[in-house]
Each structure stands twice: as structure tokens, then as C-alpha cells.
């Protein structure tokens, strides 16, 4: 049929990225939820889904993504997410900024600039395709941060300056928190913070605040994506609010593929 055509033309995988992220386990779901009992689930990293997406796009050949939204993607290509009927990738999600217990009471200014902290899909994406485009992380975000003193001032509103107070952010390498974490690293800076960065896969970055060694993460998606980690560090963690909403995970493919919903996998 059609759909088998489609499973063919990509020997049944689905691009994936870090095996530790939510869009993997959600992709699981689907895979059980819709049947696609032929079809597997490649992990790899964001790099290296991005990096097989160009070189199908390139030669416009067919490819599947575990795609997410906000990402630089959906700008430099013409990709659209397959309707999800059975709901196996949740509805509209947040990505939320999270912190330790204790980090209110140890840091209490970071802990007002990390939950006032609050963007849009525009200012993140400002960002994503600087860096998409050749820009070092650290030097689109110092550019974004030159530009928007005025956002900034609301999320530091209030709040006095430290004196070289250490702070560490836990963050995955997705195209979206290198861009977040980047800007915050800065603004805590100039606040007067002594800020640290680790980059981790998704399960060290929850655990790393559940467990003190981080002090924060901007990479918290929920409430579905990140839902299993969530209810596994319950009570060891402190949601700070979303920094974003209207955010969305699926399977996506290039718009020059004639298949509209995750049913047309099927066989
Ligand atoms: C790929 S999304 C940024 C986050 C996740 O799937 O865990």
C-alpha cells in the first residue's frame, strides 16, 4: 500500500535524537499506540538527527524526525508535524525552568531572575539560527542579550546584585536549551553570579537537581515530555514556572511527503 511504500522508503526507522529525552520515550508510545510494529526508533543525538534531515532534505528524499518545537528546523526547512489522533505525544507543552530545594533559601536572587525568566519562541529562535548559521552559543546569546536589555530588566526586576556567588546550570545539548542556557549564563553574570554550565544527557540533568549537584535547569518540558522524570524526582525538585508555552513535540517530515498522520506509518 501507500503507507508501506513510506515504511519502505525508510526502512521503517525513525530519526531520533539523545535516547534519554522525553520525545524518545513518546515516540515509543506511538510506536506501541499505533501499531508500527515493523518500525524502530534510531537514537543518536539532535546533532546528528539535524545533520540526516539536511542530507534527506538535500537530495528530497524521505525522512522521519523526532521533531520538536521551538527549533530552527521549521525555519531553514519546509517540514510539518504528522497529525497524532491517539494523542501518544500529549497536547500543547512548556518548557519550565527548575531548581533544587534549597535554592530559594541559598540563592535567593537567582532563584527570582530563574522564575521571572520568561521568552518567546521568536527571541529563542533569534538565537537557534545565529548559532544554526555559524555563530558560536555564547556570542549569539551576548548579541540577543545586547538587543534586549528591555526583557531583560523585567526578569532582574527588583533584585539586588551578588557579590561572585556560585551557580550551576544542568542543561541537554537540544538546539533550543543551548540557546536558553546561554542567555541565562549571561544575565546571572552580570548579575554578579559566578555561573557554571554542564551539559548532560536528560536523566543526569534531572537527577543533578534532584540531587543538589546542579543548581538549576531551563530545561525542564512538561507537562507530558519530561513527566516520567518529573514523578520520579517528586519532591526533590522545585518547578520555577514555564520560561516558555505553546511549545509541541512530534514526528515531523518534509513537507514533500505526501503523508498527512502518524496512521499513514501503518501498514
Ligand atoms: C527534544 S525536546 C527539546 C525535550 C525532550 O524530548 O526531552
Keep these: 500500500s501507500e503507507a508501506g511504500s513510506v515504511g519502505e522508503s525508510v526502512n521503517y526507522k ?19 499506540d499505533y501499531e508500527l510494529d515493523k518500525w524502530d526508533l534510531v537514537s543518536g543525538s539532535g546533532a546528528a538527527m539535524t545533520a540526516a534531515l539536511k542530507k ?12 520538536w518545537t521551538p527549533h530552527w528546523k521549521f525555519a531553514k526547512y ?10 501518544s505525544y500529549g497536547g500543547e507543552e512548556e518548557i519550565h525552568t527548575i531548581g533544587r530545594t534549597g535554592l530559594q533559601e541559598d ?24 548559532i544554526q548559521e555559524g555563530e558560536k552559543p555564547e556570542v549569539a546569546a551576548q548579541n ?9 530588566a523585567v526578569w532582574t526586576d527588583g533584585v539586588e546584585k551578588v557579590n561572585g556567588d ?14 536558553s542556557t546561554n542567555v541565562m549564563k549571561i544575565v546571572l553574570e552580570d548579575m554578579g553570579y559566578k ?28 507537562p507530558l515530555t519530561h513527566a516520567t522524570y518529573a514523578e520520579k524526582f517528586d519532591g526533590k525538585f522545585e518547578d520555577l514556572g514555564a520560561s516558555m508555552t505553546g511549545v509541541k513535540i512530534g514526528l515531523v517530515v518534509p513537507s514533500y ?10 501498514e
Excluded at 540577543?144 to 531583560?152: G, L, M, Q, S
Excluded at 545539548?173 to 543551548?178: G, H, K, L, Q, R
Excluded at 503523508?259 to 501503518?266: A, G, K, P, W
Design 107 to 130: 540563592l535567593p536572587e537567582a532563584h527570582q531572575i530563574l522564575s521571572n525568566f520568561s521568552w518567546s519562541e521568536e527571541d529563542m529562535g533569534e538565537i537557534m539560527i545565529a
Design 144 to 152: 540577543w542579550v545586547d538587543a534586549n536589555a528591555d526583557k531583560i
Design 56 to 67: 534527506a532534505y538535500d537530495a528530497e528524499k524521505p525522512i522521519i524526525i523526532t521533531g
Design 257 to 266: 511527503m505526501d503523508i498527512t498522520s502518524i496512521e499513514d506509518l501503518q
Design 166 to 179: 556560585a551557580i550551576k546550570l544542568a542543561y541537554v545539548a537540544w538546539d533550543s536549551e543551548i540557546a
Design 195 to 222: 555561573v557554571t554550565t554542564v551539559q548532560v544527557e536528560a536523566g543526569p540533568m534531572w537527577t543533578a537537581v534532584a540531587d543538589g549537584s546542579a543548581d538549576a535547569s531551563l530545561a525542564g518540558w512538561l
Design 78 to 87: 519546509d517540514l510539518k508535524y504528522l497529525e497524532d489522533p491517539k494523542g
Design 14 to 32: 525513525i530519526t531520533g535524537i539523545d535516547p534519554g529525552a522525553g520525545i524518545m520515550e513518546a515516540t515509543e508510545r506511538a510506536i506501541t
